[in-house]
């Protein structure tokens, strides 16, 4: 019998082609990333303390002698449907320690899922909830894109945490508003959260239509229900350093950079990203004159958007104002996470 050959060695180390992306798939790739970096007693410590997950069977705990690592994993994720495991194997390619060809066909099963959708660059420098002048911005380090706002900085929020893998949720603002304020431990996550969505409907100032926008999702959060996608209003998309101030008193005509400003945005994961905006006349019209001037820019940005990979819904400000509106959007948001999830 002929010996394996350096090609044959080179082949058998080499990431395999993208499997069909299914929950058995990525249930296979997922175990075999775990099973094969981690000891038995290293992956209780995983699931439970770095991924904190919830251990489902409380007549039998994971450390039991009858349980393999296979086991283990299989009990943790049990039920669990594709976008769950999706989810899962994105914690794990960015969290974790799985190296190799393990994370090489992870990482391709995970890119071929996310084939023709969602964001390519990792979310950085999350600017949102401005209630006041608008912040002016300097880039400290021009090379990795680092900003500090050195003027009014009192009227915006700055979340400066890695955006997680599997989604910005309520609770994860709830834990960096924690930190942010300085609230006490002994403060429950509920009364945290409060005063969190105090914070950020104060930035739709007295505006009805996205107030409703914003109280109809708010909805989704009773109960405790904080692990699900926030939605985040005001979020700072481009950023122009002049005010329309400046640039009338300097003889130009708006800004070069369209839509300064989300109406609202909601991470579903680093990549898969929902904008949200409530259109009012302004958005087409001048005073009560249509312009196609501004309809030609709110679509041209649309589409910039879209090809960049995010999503775009709207609302229009005349149907938010009709008789039942409150159901209509939450119909709507009830579709959305049933699509994105």
């Given at each position: 019998?002929?010996?394996?050959?350096?090609?044959?060695?080179?082949?058998?180390?080499?990431p395999?082609?993208?499997?069909?992306?299914?929950?058995?798939t990525?249930?296979?790739?997922?175990?075999?990333?775990?099973?094969?970096?981690?000891?038995?007693?290293?992956?209780?410590?995983?699931f439970?303390?770095e991924?904190?997950?919830q251990?489902?069977?409380?007549?039998?705990?994971?450390?039991?002698a009858?349980?393999?690592?296979?086991?283990?994993?299989?009990?943790?994720?049990?039920?669990?449907?594709?976008?769950?495991?999706?989810?899962l194997?994105?914690?794990?390619?960015?969290?974790?320690?799985v190296t190799?060809?393990l994370l090489?066909?992870?990482?391709?099963?995970?890119?071929?899922?996310?084939?023709?959708?969602?964001?390519?660059?990792?979310?950085?420098?999350?600017?949102?909830?401005a209630?006041?002048?608008?912040?002016?911005?300097?880039?400290?380090?021009?090379?990795?894109?680092?900003?500090?706002?050195?003027r009014?900085?009192?009227?915006?929020?700055?979340?400066?945490?890695?955006?997680?893998?599997?989604?910005?949720t309520?609770?994860?603002?709830?834990?960096?508003?924690?930190?942010?304020?300085?609230?006490?431990?002994?403060?429950s996550?509920?009364?945290v959260?409060?005063?969190?969505?105090n914070?950020?409907?104060?930035?739709?100032?007295?505006?009805p239509?996205?107030?409703?926008?914003?109280?109809t999702?708010?909805?989704?959060?009773?109960?405790?229900?904080?692990?699900?996608?926030?939605?985040?209003?005001?979020?700072?998309?481009?950023?122009?350093?002049s005010t329309?101030?400046?640039?009338r008193?300097?003889?130009?005509?708006?800004?070069?950079?369209?839509?300064?400003?989300?109406?609202?945005?909601?991470?579903?994961?680093?990549?898969?990203?929902?904008?949200?905006e409530?259109?009012?006349?302004?958005?087409?019209?001048?005073?009560d004159?249509?312009?196609?001037?501004?309809?030609?820019?709110?679509v041209?940005?649309?589409?910039?958007?879209?090809?960049?990979?995010?999503e775009?819904?709207?609302?229009?400000?005349?149907e938010?104002?009709?008789?039942?509106a409150?159901?209509?959007?939450?119909?709507?948001?009830?579709?959305?996470?049933?699509?994105m999830?």
């Open positions: 019998m002929s010996r394996p050959s350096f090609f044959d060695a080179i082949v058998a180390d080499s395999k082609a993208p499997s069909k992306v299914s929950s058995r990525f249930r296979s790739a997922i175990e075999e990333a775990l099973i094969h970096t981690y000891t038995r007693s290293d992956l209780e410590t995983v439970a303390e991924l904190k997950l251990w489902p069977n409380p007549d039998q705990q994971p450390s039991h009858d349980y393999s690592k296979r086991d283990v994993i299989k009990t943790y994720t049990a039920g669990w449907d594709l976008p769950h495991l999706v989810a194997a994105r914690r794990i390619v960015a969290e974790l320690e190799g060809i090489d066909d992870l990482t391709a099963l995970l890119n071929e899922y996310d084939r023709g959708g969602g964001v390519g660059t990792p979310a950085k420098n999350l600017i949102f909830a209630n006041g002048p608008k912040p002016e911005l300097v880039l400290r380090d021009a090379v990795n894109n680092d900003i500090e706002i050195v009014n900085g009192e009227f915006c929020l700055v979340y400066d945490q890695p955006i997680p893998a599997d989604g910005l309520f609770s994860n603002l709830i834990d960096w508003w924690r930190a942010r304020q300085g609230i006490a431990d002994t403060v996550a509920r009364d959260g409060r005063d969190l969505h914070r950020l409907r104060n930035s739709l100032g007295g505006n239509v996205e107030l409703l926008v914003f109280d999702y708010a909805r989704r959060y009773k109960g405790g229900h904080f692990n699900i996608p926030a939605l985040i209003p005001q979020v700072y998309l481009h950023y122009d350093p329309q101030l400046t640039r008193a300097a003889g130009e005509s708006g800004s070069p950079l369209a839509r300064q400003r989300m109406d609202f945005l909601i991470l579903f994961s680093s990549r898969h990203r929902v904008v949200l409530v259109d009012g006349k302004q958005h087409y019209a001048n005073g004159t249509a312009s196609p001037a501004l309809y030609s820019e709110m041209a940005e649309d589409r910039r958007l879209r090809l960049s990979g995010y775009v819904y709207r609302f229009g400000g005349a938010l104002m009709k008789s039942g409150d159901t209509m959007v939450a119909e709507f948001y009830d579709q959305l996470s049933e699509r999830s």
